[in-house]
């Protein structure tokens, strides 16, 4: 798959949290496939082994002292932070299919993956974000996040987890329109992608729309070279559509 990041310029320097994860690992292998991507830093709770332009480390997102310290040890602006962490279901969370199956703990530990550790990250590494030229912070968002395209109900704690997000992206979006014109912060939905976090939910995905990890990353990062700072504050799907919120 051809990818285009000619808007963000040359020497990119990307980052990406989750770099460990399905849609992560294809994040980083596309960065560190593009000839105008110079540095990858690849953030995970596992990293992998450094090798060629990307640069493993590790950091737990939801750990503000070691996402403070990542972006402390970056030397000079980025041109791109990509946000592909998240959680749907481990072995005690699972989407809710009734409001009586709400629990306290378990919403509160979604909120706290999907929209609270995002959210810090995007303040620690704003402040990195190239001021000469275009930059991006993309956080992984999801379109059951949009309360005006809730029609089914269901998956209570993660729809409200990905609208919160969507909230944060915008609100942050006001304020770096002011401090950092060339800037955007936007949140991207991937489509249903062949990892280990929609596995118990594909039976029900039509034909062709379930994507592999790189098909979906591939569109998204191509979505981001077309999108500017008059687009800032939204979020798009794959396929560079505006979702409603």
């Given amino acids: 798959m051809a ?9 990119i320097t990307a980052v990406v949290f989750g770099a460990g994860g399905g849609i992560g690992s294809a994040f980083v292998r596309h960065l560190a496939a593009a000839g105008n991507v110079a540095t990858v830093h690849a953030f995970s709770r596992r990293p992998a082994a450094s090798s060629g332009k990307v640069r493993f480390t590790g950091c737990d997102i939801t750990d503000e002292e ?7 040890a970056i030397d000079g602006p980025i041109q791109l932070c990509i946000i592909a962490t998240g959680i749907l279901h481990d072995d005690d969370i699972a989407p809710e299919k009734s409001n009586s ?11 706290r993956i999907n929209t609270i550790a995002p959210a810090i ?6 402040p990195l974000l190239d001021r000469d030229r275009k930059s991006a912070i993309a ?14 109900g269901g998956w209570h704690s993660y729809r409200a987890s990905k609208a ?3 909230q944060v992206i915008r609100t942050m979006s006001i304020e770096l329109a002011r401090k950092n014109r060339k800037a955007l912060i936007v949140g991207l939905h991937p489509g249903t992608v062949d990892t280990g976090l929609s596995e118990p939910f594909q039976k029900n995905v039509p034909e062709g729309k379930l994507f592999s990890p790189d098909y979906s990353t591939g569109e998204m990062l191509n979505v981001l070279n077309g999108l500017g700072p008059d687009d800032s504050g939204w979020c798009f799907d794959y396929a560079g559509q505006r979702i409603e919120p």
């Fill in 164 to 166: 919160a997000l969507n």
């Fill in 101 to 111: 199956a709400l629990d306290a703990t378990m919403m509160a530990e979604v909120l």
């Fill in 139 to 152: 956080a992984l968002s999801a379109r059951v996040g949009s309360i005006g395209d809730n029609r089914i």
């Fill in 121 to 126: 990250a995007a303040r620690h590494f704003l």
């Fill in 66 to 72: 070691q996402v403070s310290a990542a972006a402390k």
């Fill in 3 to 11: 990818i285009d990041l000619s808007s963000f310029g040359d020497n």
